[in-house]
């Protein structure tokens, strides 16, 4: 199963919106709702932020937002503020019951 | 709370096994719906997926890790295993284990803090 693809960076102003797309297949992305999405900062575990494509885990941020059109799945993040700078990646379950990650994305609030 | 924790050695040489520790609490890996995966970082790279156990002893494995691949699980002690064979340098990562509940999809909503583990002679 090939990673799903993520851009490599994005960057955004404080207060501006940032979408980053994961694209994938019939048989990961676009196959399933399963597609989640996580926030790592420098030298820590990732963070759960949008899981079944569209839903927020309780004590997230509702600035965090999750979407999905055929095999592209995005996570847009509205208001930029400082501490959003991270890294972001995507995974989605697939047709052979594994999982699979994105590349990662790294956003810089500039 | 719900938490987890990773232990094994940081540091193993190349054609050994490495046998990893996920102790977790707050949690039954006997309720329906309970998972638990192992997930790894390669300094400065992605994450990547490796295996899962499930409530029902289900296990499942990465298609490019299979064959160096074995999870089991402890419920008794609360504990995943997973056990990895002939180690390579490109093995070099930091092992994360993860929960994954019902109602979630197959989101992992609890993650321990991860154990680095090099491989060189």
């Known amino acids: 199963q090939s990673a799903l693809t993520q851009p490599a960076s994005v960057s955004g102003s404080p207060g501006q919106s940032i979408t980053i797309s994961c694209t994938g297949t019939?048989?990961?992305?676009?196959?399933?709702?399963?597609v989640s999405w996580y926030q790592q900062h420098p030298d820590r575990a990732p963070q759960l932020i949008i899981y079944?494509?569209?839903n927020r885990p309780s004590g997230v941020s509702n600035r965090f937002s999750g979407s999905k059109s055929g095999d592209t799945a995005f996570l847009t993040v509205s208001g930029l503020q400082a501490e959003d700078e991270a890294d972001y990646f995507c995974?989605?379950?697939?047709?052979?019951?594994?999982?699979?990650f994105g590349g990662g994305t790294k956003l810089t609030v500039l | 709370q719900v938490t987890l924790k990773e232990s094994g050695p940081a540091l193993v040489k190349p054609t050994q096994t490495l046998t990893l520790a996920c102790t977790f609490s707050?949690?039954?890996?006997?309720?329906?719906?309970?998972?638990v995966s192992w997930i790894r970082q390669p300094p400065g790279k992605p994450l990547e997926w490796l295996a899962r156990?499930?409530?029902?002893?289900?296990?499942i494995y990465s298609t490019s890790l299979k064959t160096r691949l074995t999870i089991s699980k402890d419920t008794s002690k609360n504990q995943v295993v997973l056990t990895m064979t002939d180690m390579d340098p490109g093995d070099t990562a930091t092992y994360f284990c993860?929960?994954?509940?019902?109602?979630?999809?197959?989101?992992?909503?609890?993650w321990g803090q991860g154990t680095k583990v090099t491989v060189s002679a």
């Open positions: 079944e494509v569209t």
């Open positions: 995974t989605s379950y697939t047709n052979i019951a594994t999982l699979v």
């Open positions: 993860a929960r994954t509940r019902l109602g979630t999809g197959y989101a992992f909503d609890i």
């Open positions: 019939s048989t990961d992305v676009g196959g399933y709702k399963y």
């Open positions: 156990i499930e409530w029902d002893d289900d296990k």
């Open positions: 707050g949690f039954s890996l006997s309720t329906t719906g309970m998972r």
